[in-house]
């Protein structure tokens, strides 16, 4: 089942009303790596007034966690967690650093000061389409190398390539593609090449790119 998230760590800055605002996001496997980014955050922010965060920690939305970390309830964690809801963004989490200015928001401009400093922070990042691949390697002799590496051209992303007593690639394809492409390659190569399933994984996939030929973004 591919999910929304985004695609790398991003940060932006904000003041409103002399409060300096500092937001970060990023994508976040599971709780523990989402309880890890907040710590990192809170980290490097130790005289922060408040850091107050939301998270969707997994792939269908069921482990949702927020905090207004000293901010009047409902005005912080809430809200942000509310622009994450509405993107419809999975294994995400973004925290929001405030440094008080000495001039009171009010529970509105609270609100409206933490869900529009979240919005922005992720307008600001790529988003990417996380979808399972399946890691293959590929066994070939070297007479097949020339043929093997055109046929792969635009089908999947090769990682690694190693050449020993044969040559081996090692590739990621979408899971949903899998069987195709190792039924497609067999017949193409006569059946002189040897596929082995290494691992699976979820990798992420540029939007614009999502529907068309696997880019590796790692």
Known sequence: MSFLSVAAPHTAEKVIEKSRFLTYAAHTAGEEEARAFLE???????????????YVADRLGNLMRFSDDGEPQGTAGMPI???????KLFECAVAVVRYFGGIKLGAGGLTRAYA??????????????WDEC???????????????????????????RDFAEQACFSVAVRAGECDAFCAELADFLNGRVKICEQKREFSPFPLDKADGQIQNTK
């Open 40 to 54: 990192r955050v809170r980290a490097e922010h130790p005289l922060a007034t408040h850091v107050c965060h939301a």
């Open 134 to 160: 399946v890691q293959l390697a590929l066994t070939v002799g070297y007479s097949e190398v020339g043929a093997l590496t055109r046929w792969l051209d635009g089908r999947c992303a090769i990682l690694a």
């Open 116 to 129: 529009g400093c979240a919005a922005e922070c992720l307008d600001g990042t790529e988003l990417a389409l």
């Open 81 to 87: 967690l509310g622009v994450l809801r509405a993107r």
